[in-house]
């Protein structure tokens, strides 16, 4: 968590590939994302995040804005010889109404609702991570027909291990799963997913203030991209 009324503008870009044989509508895409965090009393922080996407589809290609992200945090459990550090979290994604794309709007879904928990622990020189989340989207209504989703589950576990004073080097294990969707209250078939992938970062300090990361990330199951590249700083 950030110290108290501390600012850190965080920029990144990621690139996602789908493999076109799948039967999947992406083929792939560019994100880019300005995010703000600013460390708040009571050892809690704030995030607003803001992303734009170039994205090719099988039906042609589209640009545009996403949902704006605002959440909080907050650290409940501080590290100790025998605990580990546990924050909670929760925001909203809501799609920004009236803000100019490349006019159009990439809303990426309806308004939505998340919350998480996220557990460190420390063995120098590895750091253990794990957490568990949770989002719910509002109902869609689509040529009067109203589609609602059930609440998304996701669950990671990891590592982080510092290879000098400057650098360390992490990886994930990403699990998710949402049950089956409906459209007027009657449930679509078929419709559930069971999603996992798997991730390597690496971060570096380049300065007092400026920290580089990179991340690469592959899919094991279900759908989404079938590599996923980012970077940070």
């Known amino acids: 968590m950030l110290q108290r009324f501390d600012i850190v503008a965080t920029p990144s870009m990621g690139l996602s590939l789908w493999d076109k044989n799948r039967p999947s509508l992406s083929l792939h895409n560019i994100t880019t994302t300005m995010a703000l965090s600013v460390g708040l009393p009571f050892e809690s922080q704030l995030r607003v995040a803001w992303p734009y996407s170039w994205l090719s589809t099988k039906i042609g290609k589209v640009a545009g804005g996403g949902n704006i992200d605002v959440g909080i945090g907050k650290q409940i459990l501080n590290e100790g010889p025998y605990v580990p550090a546990v924050v909670v979290s929760g925001g909203v994604a809501f799609p920004p109404d009236r803000l100019p794309t490349d006019g159009r709007m990439m809303n990426m879904g309806p308004r939505s609702y998340y919350g998480g928990l996220s557990v460190t622990k420390r063995f120098d020189p590895i750091v253990l991570i794990g ?98 590249l980012s970077v940070a700083l």
């Not at 589609?147 to 360390?168: D, E, H, I, K, R």
């Not at 970062?201 to 203030?209: E, P, Y």
């Not at 094991?220 to 590599?227: A, E, I, K, M, T």
């Open 131 to 228: 957490g568990i989340g949770a989002s719910k989207p509002e109902p869609q209504f689509v040529l009067g027909n109203r589609y609602t989703s059930p609440v998304a589950w996701s669950f990671n576990a990891g590592g982080a291990l510092a290879l000098s004073p400057q650098m360390s080097m992490r990886a994930a294990f990403v699990l998710s799963r949402q049950e089956n969707s409906a459209v007027d209250g009657v449930v679509i078939p078929n419709s559930s997913s069971t999603s996992g992938s798997f991730s390597l970062g690496l971060n570096t300090v380049l300065s007092r203030s400026m920290l580089l990361s990179v991340t690469a990330s592959t899919r094991l199951l279900g759908p989404g991209p079938n590599f996923a």
